[in-house]
Nanobody, 114 residues
Framework: QVQLVESGGGLVQPGGSLRLSCSAS????????MHWYRQAPGKEREWIAS????????SYRDSVRGRFTISRDNAKLEGYLQMRGLWLEDTAVYYC???????WGQGTQVTVSW
């Protein structure tokens, strides 16, 4: 089964930027849509963005549209989430998900704080 590993999280001030990466273990990654989810403390996991298997048709949650950009590079077996204009409310653990492969990463912590 494909393994997904997120990276790129960290501590950033409000208004700052981070770029998350999702690295896949094998080429089957290229056959699946890719989604990003997040889970804040005490809240349910929520969907935030998705992209097709070939890298088109990006879709976003309303609260992140215009600030976040999802992309992927199947040749590198990687997906990305560029996050700009981060708010305090964006603090969460961020997960990538390949639904066709039923695969989730372990998550990467994003903390937005002064």
């Amino acid at each position: 089964q494909v393994q997904l590993v997120e990276s790129g999280g960290g501590l950033v001030q409000p208004g700052g930027s981070l770029r998350l990466s999702c690295s896949a273990s094998d080429i089957t990654f290229a056959t699946s849509e890719m989604h990003w989810y997040r889970q804040a403390p005490g809240k349910e996991r929520e969907w935030i963005a998705s992209i097709s298997s070939v890298g088109d048709r990006p879709s976003y949650r309303d609260s992140v549209r215009g600030r976040f950009t999802i992309s992927r590079d199947n040749a590198k077996l990687e997906g990305y989430l560029q996050m700009r204009g981060l708010w305090l409310e964006d603090t969460a653990v961020y997960y990538c998900h390949a639904p066709r492969l039923r695969a989730w990463g372990q998550g990467t912590q994003v903390t937005v704080s002064w």
